[in-house]
């Protein structure tokens, strides 16, 4: 089933876009990273409201009372804060749920990336079973021509030049998506995060074929650039080496403001 409604379909619509594009693997690559990038938008985007309205409510005056009041009782902490979020409308799930609807998009598109480049005899009959009949003249396109530059697609990168623009862009799309927090734990965990994806990324790129980098590159950058559409970047912080994030955080409301006294009015 993984096959029929996931493989078969991304592995023909790359052929196709391959035949369409002048017979350039790299750029049918760049062009479907675009394309699915595009489709999987508006969970993107969902995400990313979910994560910006749950670092709103971090940084309220009232999630900081709660973690002051039960430092010493953190399951009574988690408890009262899940209350705050409830209250809030705030859906501590919800940057989870479209990153989970997007992650099979992802994972077949890099199972028929890896297909459709066909490093070996083996790979070749696998991706010409892969083709619908629909398509006789695709089927003729095989073995692609997989020469980038220095690069065969189907192998990795011998100069490591591919490995380390992923390390780059998957650091910096990680700080960019990472929230701002006031909790040095939190902090901490993030930051760990951060650095155990992008050695993750880099190690991939280092053992799979380089035509994948290509699609982690694209993507990540891609990445970027939808988040600062939709959101504040620190751009200082951003081109530093520094593990902090560069999300801008947003700045609790004064009290006598306006939004202050609106949450005041609804809260009564």
């Not at 394309?35 to 940084?59: C, D, G, H, N, Y």
Request: glycine share 4%.
């Amino acid at each position: 089933m993984w096959d029929i409604l996931v493989i078969q379909p991304l592995v023909n619509i790359l052929l196709l876009l391959y035949q369409l594009l002048f017979h350039n693997l790299t750029l049918t690559i760049v062009v479907l990273t675009v394309l699915i990038r595009a489709v999987t938008f508006p969970l993107t985007w969902q995400q990313q409201k979910s994560a910006k309205a749950m670092q709103e409510l971090q940084q309220s005056d009232e999630w900081k009372k709660l973690a002051e009041k039960y430092k010493d009782d953190r399951e009574r902490a988690s408890r009262e804060q899940m209350a705050l979020m409830q209250k809030a409308g705030v859906n501590p799930f919800g940057g989870c749920l479209p990153l989970l609807i997007q992650m099979p998009i992802l994972i077949g598109l890099y199972q028929a990336i890896t297909m459709a480049i066909a490093a070996s005899p083996a790979q070749l009959l696998t991706l010409s079973t892969n083709i619908y009949p629909i398509m006789p003249n695709v089927a003729q396109l095989i073995p692609l021509d997989n020469k980038f530059l220095w690069m065969n697609l189907g192998l990795p990168d011998p100069y490591f030049v591919m490995p380390l623009l992923v390390v780059v862009t998957s650091f910096l799309q990680s700080k960019v998506m990472t929230p701002a927090s006031t909790d040095p734990q939190q902090a901490q965990t993030a930051q760990t995060m951060m650095l155990t994806s992008t050695v993750m990324f880099g190690w991939f790129s280092l053992t799979f074929a380089s035509g994948l980098s290509v699609y982690f590159i694209v993507g990540n950058i891609l990445g970027i650039i939808q988040y600062a559409f939709t959101n504040k970047i620190d751009w200082r912080s951003f081109f530093s080496l520094s593990l902090a994030p560069a999300v801008v955080a947003p700045e609790p409301p004064k009290k006598g403001s306006r939004a202050s006294s609106e949450k005041a009015r609804k809260s009564k």
